[in-house]
């Protein structure tokens, strides 16, 4: 059974599992929206923290001239006119090995290609923040 | 949510598309990328064993997780090594990309194994170090005073900073890099001019206190941090390579953000839009943002002591302070008191009396509440904490303040108020911060009486084209009114509200910054709001059955943390770990807090409940009078069993 007490001003509730699985009685207002990297208008969010620095970093005019011609190419396959953006966003960031270089000795194919890390985690994109918390809570909602 | 799932979706296709039709292959095998190679080899292995319910963990996150910049934002696009670089100062290697590795799984079975092992092994060498490092640093140390902590300019001159700017920035901490990181999102080509009175690139704070002392084995890698999952980030938030020369900003076509480290404001003309610097270097702006910080408080009693005495005593806030301290550690130390109940107090005692285990030190922590955290938990629960801090060894000497303070050969002999006196041979005063508004007199702006800090509007605005973020600012928070918040999140917060503002979005603050500390392996929480002790509180917690023991779970996930290299990394269980709670099933394993004001929830303490956030912004949110919170405890499922 649950159990409650009054420590001066505090109040303690001692909830069983039996009682929290009656469901609340409250309802709450809707969530804050949590805007991803595409909006609902369709139109991309630069300010999507899961790009990192990708659109600020030195070649960030490139890259979004280049992902902006992906997203809103209607060419078949999509983005395949998109040769020349492409093209200008790789060289812009072959001349900064240190930011977009990858391992080079990687045992995987397409090793030369610096965004190739990207495509093979680019699920975590979607993180928004990544705070040691985030990385607890991610661990703690594996379970449920 | 749907959006998390397409927008990953959407990358990925971008990138097939990129590289199905790119014209060249980048071929960049520099010899100087290969040591990070290496490591960023680490990183992306684990990324490839992503498994696809990463991909639902991602979105299970999303809504708790406000789309702010962090800290750890990853930059998965980019490759691992960029996310960290050496400062300049040092000449580091850089670290691999930090949480996109493996997936966030609690394979604690596996993990635990290696774990325990790696730790054997760093724990040898980190002896074998230590032993080796000790004998050298005693022979240094006598005729070594402390370094003095001026900053390195860079540029050197003045001369070689912009005098013309569209976008300046003063101040190089967190709020300043989420500020600019806002505005190159939706600005792309923008100019950004940053004056950091560090030496430092902007680096993040919050491991400094936590991470950066969980780290095993001997630091080769300075400035790198070990996370919960054993991959290293860096503290730095972008690398060298992602700035641009201060020389060559006026030229850029694209814009770029240039960082003049070393350097301070010391006057804003605010009409005039012009910033002066400390040797009347005049930068004109179009937009200005002050994100100048907070320092660290000292006491009295230390101040006007003697010099031998301050030798022996620090304040901690930046990387400088923890080098020092590290320094201090691997002098031989047999024994630190820490001043101050408070997050950083705590947090720092527990740390380092973990590590103290190993290397023979001890640590006692002193402070004027009755508990741990006095001032946030309310007073049952500090308690509670108190016995967890001095569960991870740490000497616990609450209800004390230090009255006078003397020097016994080499150590500093603290003289309570109680008549009892401590010893100790390094002193931390941890004792709360101040705003840095020494800009505020000579550039004739407003200053909060009651909080401090400068005064701004709900859209962090001072004055025409001046806006101000992170701890040195007094901000009317819409629903919560005019407040002033410390903590590393709402610099992120704060910093890309005025980014976005700076580039003319107008945007009231509404979205709540949160916070979160660790003390210790069964005590973590995040809270959000108004969360001051003094406040009537309603507490909700689970009441413990014999097989669901929240302590066990709290462990494990904290455990999980900590990375599997802690040597106590075991799940502990439930029999040994039970420390007499007040009656059965009635502990504080996990639970939440509720803040009152006016009966109205104004804060909100998640108590070792994770990923819960979003509905804490909800019940916020709400601004309601609640007749019964345990109903609205509901809401927080805190009897989830995590297996």
Redesign the interface.
Known sequence: MSSCKQVGKDKIIFATKEDHEVPSSVQLPDAEPSPGLILSTGEINWNCPCLGGMATGPCGVQFRDAFSCFHYSEAEPKGSDCYDAFKTMQECMSKYPALYNKDNNDDDDDKDDPLEALANSSDSLNETEQKPIEHREAIASKGS | MY??????T?????????????????????S???L???K??AG?QS??K?SSD??A??????????????????????????CG?PNVMKEVP?PE????GEP???KYGKHLAIGILLTALSLFAFYKYGMDTTKKEVEKKQEKRRKEKIPVKFPATSKEIPSKIRYLLIGGGTASFSA???I???D??AKVLVISNESFYPYMR??LS??MWFNEGPHSKPLVFR???GTERSLFY?????Y?DCKRLRDEP?G??SVARGWTVKKIDVFGRKAYLEDDHVIEYEKCLIATGSSPKNLPVFKEASQDIQERVSLFRDIFDYEELEEILQGGVKKIAIIGGGFLGSELACALARRGQNQGYKITQIFRESGNMGRVL???LSFWTTHKVQKEGVEVIPNSEVEDVSLDTNAVVLHLNSGEKVSAEHVIVAVGVEPNTQLAEPSELETDDEFGGYLVNAELMARSNLWIAGDCTCFYDTKLGRRRVEH??HA?VSG?LAG?NMTGAGKPYV?QSMF?S?LGPEV?Y?AIGIVDSS?????????A?DK?TPKSVVSE??E??RAASEAKAKPVTPATSSPSPP?D??DYGKGVIFYLRDDIVVGIVLWN???R???A???L??ERK?D????????F???????
Not at chain 2, 535 to 543: I, M, N, Q, R
């Open positions: 959006g998390t799932i397409r927008c990953a959407h990358v990925s296709n971008f990138l097939r598309s990129y590289k199905s039709i790119s014209p060249i292959k980048l071929a960049v095998t520099a100087g990328t290969r990070y190679a290496n960023g080899n992306k990324g490839t992503k990463n991909i963990r991602d979105t299970t996150i999303r809504p708790s997780t406000p789309p702010h910049v962090i800290a750890g934002t990853c930059k998965p696009i980019m490759s691992p090594p960029e670089k850089q990309c930090p949480w996109d966030k799984q609690r600019f990181r806002s190159k999102s939706l792309p080509k919050p491991p936590k991470e996370q919960w999952n972008e690398p060298e390579d992602f641009v694209n770029g953000v309310p007073e049952y590393h999140d992120v890309r976005e979205h979160w660790d973590g995040e406040l009537p509180t309603v507490g909700v917690f689970a009441k059955t669901d996930t904290d999980g943390n009656q099933g009635e409940v994770f990923n956030m979003s509905v912004r909800q019940v949110r709400d609640y019964d919170l345990n109903e609205v405890a509901k809401l499922n805190i009897h989830e069993e995590q297996p």
